[in-house]
């Protein structure tokens, strides 16, 4: 299939690769005005209190403070941070500033000022008399707790997805296929029963969050930030601040990574307010203390997980149910817990019964938010850690376990008609499915046959081998919109004008690969646009694994539109029916060979002679179609018995992403996503104090991998062809990090016995377990 | 207070805070490249080469560096530029925001270490970290650009 294509499939360097690498000055705030007001921001103390008293009367009089907000003083209107569209499934339980602070670390006040120092220092003169409540802080407590973190009367609903601020429940997502899951279960011959728990994870991107605002020469409140979500940003900060979308525009320039927390409008409604009332540019640089304490981070989760089979394997019936710690507001709280099961619990679709149950509920920790992977890192971690106990019980290699239960290419799964919107009731078949692939070959890269279980190293070193499948989703069927102008300017050249959100994935140049493919020309005369909402058409953003397929369909249109416009003048040139005109990219000529026009002299002339025309192709793509992607994973482990700690010496991974729009680029992703899997397994975990202060609050304390962390990493890829996709393509960007968790931990188990179903896997866990074995 | 400092070749008097740290100088005074990331001296995103030794400049007092000569990645020339190349060309560039950084640091390593190896690199390396790539992408070109074979 990769043969018939030119662009698609090349190993295309990034477009912004050079400038990014030399220091060019392309991020957030190396284009700040030098002149603008610095904002900072005054932070609860409390887990949970209501600011009785505000005085900023002293703050206000220090000289170069510009303007100080207090929840008395700002816009009052109901928003969700979430970058979802509209209307968002995320309760509006947000207002910019709030008369109760609901985490430590929540906004009590604003200042705006000359400089950074003296912002700091008009902090300190803010007088805030609280009135503490007591804190919810285990999520597992959160629903019979005698404090209610949010109320009814000072929220808004789009939809109703469960929301019971009585009982701190943020939202609720249920689901369930087939007969009777208790009555298979008793059937079962087998059954596991476990709960696994998943941390808090901090994104921990290298540039931290940030956003500046002028009003231009139009009076357009304009705001460039450091976001995945332009379009998202666009709207919510003109809801907060009661005006319309029009007066604002968002540009997102260069991204220092994102993983998701990008995906919620994070600092944007400051600067924005701060503009908007002073007529002065502002800007705003979270610190990274500030990132850690006061953004979001990976939903907390307990997860309940039962499966049922016979003596033989057959997997009968799975359970799932999850409490998901959406802390103090509900950021992505129902799609995340949902994600969590409807884009794991497919895997396994031959069961005679599946079912979903689980909550989100309140507390006063850190807001849960986006991040790669979105739950269903979670969900994939329980199950296939379930999945793996049970090859354990039934004394079955887990990889038959798989190729006995798995979906297979052409099978579906009801679940995906029960939680997708739009899709109807017919079975949608995964015709792009490589499961089985992906297992076998990362079978033989990780040499299970004579690694499987264990080796003994010595006394004190055992190795062991572990894996699981995953899967995700390629955008949001029935939600996502994404769409792309191309226009053919004088000189033969082509700008592509994109929505879609390039934040260091290489978006702006796979995207261009596809634009070159509908074109038939090749990439190099062809220059991208992207996330500017006053110049590019729309796009929901970067998340849910959604630009290559949606966008790169939207692209594609875009393209194939255009192409067809040339053909058609060129027609309308020699005279002829359209279709006795060819293009091959540099040359428009009729098949006959009689006459031929270069694509120069042809873009010239539609603009400077006649018609006097720019021709332009567009295009919207949305669809109910799913693509998943898949992959399997492999784990191999070193554990030292003495100390309880794990090396991991090899990772490989197998991938169905549908066709690789540019390889190079995909084995970064997936390394890089694979890493972050290996994080949360090994290293990472959001701590706070008994009272809810955050100790994990520089990268000091906060362990992401570093460079001796990470051994051997292994990519490959499936050759795989989804008829939905753009030429082929599925997602790539979170599935990646999905299977690392439960393979790590499977290795660990298959090396000393012992069964972590709490990540992360510390040493002083393992040694623990070790020690009471 | 004014220093003297010889950035990327260039003699040039800097007015500072005698508490500002020489990233925050650097910035101000135009040199965009150097990133701040961490605040902590943890992540290697903001070193320079203060006299060719790498220096984590949010850590690093600016007056420390008065009269000694500071190179930014505006300012590497020569074959030490096509570092960046490599990265490119290995996909490895995505966010780009540690690459200013690594690079810095990779060409102090390059003068530094004699017989290069696989581990030394990763050593060398081990205090610049990077959350896009997962590192064994960066190794690959560094080790190509290096000529270190497996």
């Known amino acids: 299939m990769k043969d018939k294509f030119q662009s698609v499939g090349q190993n295309l360097s990034k477009v912004d690769g050079m400038g990014l690498v030399t220091g060019k000055p392309l991020y957030t705030d190396d284009l700040a005005p030098k002149d603008c007001l610095v904002i900072k921001i005054l932070r609860s103390p409390h887990a949970f209190a209501r600011i009785k008293g505000i005085n900023t009367e002293k703050a206000e009089k220090l000289v170069g403070v510009e303007v100080v907000f207090t929840h008395e003083n700002v816009p009052k209107h109901l928003y969700t941070r979430a970058g979802q569209s509209y209307p968002e499934p995320s309760v509006y339980d947000k207002y910019i500033l709030d008369e109760y602070v609901r985490y430590v670390g929540d906004e009590v006040a604003i200042v705006a000022a000359q400089s950074e120092e003296t912002a700091l220092k008009a902090l300190k003169l803010i007088k805030v008399e609280y009135e503490v409540y007591e804190p919810v802080l285990d999520m597992m407590k959160a629903q019979g707790s005698k404090s209610q973190i949010h109320f009814r009367e000072r929220c808004f609903l789009n939809m109703d997805k469960g929301f019971e601020p009585e009982k701190n429940i943020s939202a609720v997502y249920n689901f369930s296929v087939g007969e009777d899951v208790d009555e298979v279960l008793e059937n079962c011959h087998v059954v596991v029963k476990e709960r ?23 009076g357009t409140l304009v705001i460039v930030s450091s976001t995945q979500i332009p379009f998202h940003v666009r709207r919510d900060v003109a809801l907060s601040l009661g005006i319309s979308a029009g007066k604002v525009r968002v540009i997102k320039p260069r991204i220092g990574g994102g993983f998701g927390g990008k ?3 994070q600092v944007e409604f400051y600067p924005a307010l701060v503009t908007y009332k002073t007529g002065k540019p502002s800007k705003i640089v979270y610190d990274r203390k500030e990132t850690y304490q006061a953004t979001t981070s990976r939903h907390a989760m307990a997860l309940d997980v039962t499966l049922g089979s016979d003596l033989d394997g057959n997997i009968k019936a799975i359970d799932m149910n999850i409490i998901s710690d959406t802390g103090a507001y509900g950021e992505h709280a129902a799609t995340v817990l949902g994600a969590a099961g409807y884009k794991s619990l497919p895997l396994y679709n031959r069961v005679d019964g599946a079912r979903f149950t689980g909550k989100a509920v309140y507390t006063n920790h850190i807001p849960g938010g986006a991040f790669r992977g979105y739950g269903v890192t979670q969900g994939t971690f329980a199950l296939e850690s379930a999945v793996n106990e049970l090859a354990a019980k039934l004394n079955m290699d887990p990889l038959v376990l798989r190729e006995k239960n798995m979906i297979r290419k052409g099978e579906s799964s009801e679940i995906f008609n029960l939680t997708t919107v739009g899709v109807g009731s017919d079975p949608i078949p995964m015709d792009s499915c490589e499961l089985k ?9 990780i040499d299970w046959g004579n690694k499987y279980p264990r080796k003994v190293i010595s006394p004190t070193k055992v ?4 894996m699981s499948i995953a899967m995700q989703g390629s955008g949001i069927p029935g939600i996502d919109t994404a769409s792309a102008t191309i226009k053919l300017s004088d000189g033969g050249t082509f700008t592509l004008l994109t929505g879609a959100a390039d934040i260091g994935t290489g978006a702006d140049t796979i995207l261009k690969q596809i634009a070159a493919e509908g074109l038939g020309v090749s990439y190099d005369i062809i220059t991208v646009f992207s996330a500017d909402t006053e110049l590019t058409p729309f796009d929901v953003g970067a ?6 397929y949606f966008s790169g369909n939207a692209v594609k249109m875009a393209a194939l539109d255009l192409r067809e416009k040339i053909l058609a003048e060129g027609a309308r040139m020699f005279e002829i029916n359209n279709e006795d005109v060819l293009f091959d990219g540099l040359e428009i000529s009729s098949k006959d060979g009689n006459k031929t026009i270069s694509l120069i002299d042809f873009s010239n002339k539609l603009i400077y002679k006649r018609p006097h025309i720019q021709l332009m192709g567009t295009g919207s793509y949305t ?6 992607p898949f992959v399997a994973g492999f784990a191999e482990v070193e554990v030292d018995l003495e100390t309880g700690k794990v090396d991991l010496l090899n990772f490989v991974e197998v991938i169905d992403c549908g066709t690789v729009i540019n390889p190079k680029l995909a084995r970064i992703q997936a390394e890089g996503g694979i890493v972050h899997g290996i994080g949360m397994a090994l290293f990472e975990e959001v701590k706070e104090t008994k009272k809810g202060k955050l100790i994990t609050n520089t990268m000091m304390q906060y362990k992401i991998p570093c460079r001796m962390d990470i051994n051997n990493i292994v990519v490959d890829f499936a050759e795989s062809y989804d008829k939905t996709g753009p030429y082929g393509a599925k997602s790539i960007g979170e599935v990646v990090t999905n299977p690392a968790p439960p393979a790590i931990v499977d290795a660990v188990f298959n090396a000393t016995g012992i069964r972590i179903r709490e990540l992360p896997i510390t040493p002083e866990k393992l040694k623990m377990a070790l020690i009471n074995k | 207070m004014i220093i003297n400092l010889h950035v990327n070749g260039i003699k040039k008097s800097f007015d500072i805070n005698p508490d500002e740290y020489l990233v925050e100088v650097l910035r101000r005074y135009g040199y965009l490249s150097v990133k701040k990331a961490c605040d902590t001296g943890s992540c290697g995103v903001c070193t320079v080469l203060v006299d060719d030794s790498p220096v984590l400049s949010c850590s690093y007092y600016a007056v420390r560096a ?3 000569h500071i190179t930014t990645v505006e300012g590497i020339s020569g074959e030490d530029r096509s570092l960046g190349e490599f990265l490119v060309d290995e996909g490895v560039d995505q966010c780009g925001y540690c690459s200013p950084g690594l690079i810095l640091t990779v060409i102090a390593m390059k003068k530094e270490l004699e017989n290069p ?9 081990t205090g610049n970290l990077c959350r896009c790539t997962g590192y064994v992408g960066q190794l690959r070109a560094i080790m190509r650009y290096m000529g270190v074979s497996e």
């Open chain 1, 463 to 466: 190795r062991g081998v572990g």
């Open chain 1, 437 to 445: 692939y992906c297992i076998d070959k990362g079978k033989e890269l």
């Open chain 1, 263 to 265: 995906q919620t409008v």
């Open chain 1, 196 to 218: 696994y728990k998943t941390q808090a994870q901090a994104h921990t991107m290298m540039e931290t969050y940030r956003a500046f605002s002028y009003i231009d020469q139009y």
């Open chain 1, 543 to 548: 998340y849910a694994s959604g630009t290559t």
């Open chain 2, 117 to 125: 190896t696989k581990e030394s690199i990763v050593e060398y390396l």
């Open chain 1, 623 to 628: 669809t109910t179609d799913i693509a998943p």
């Open chain 2, 66 to 68: 008065n009269n000694k």
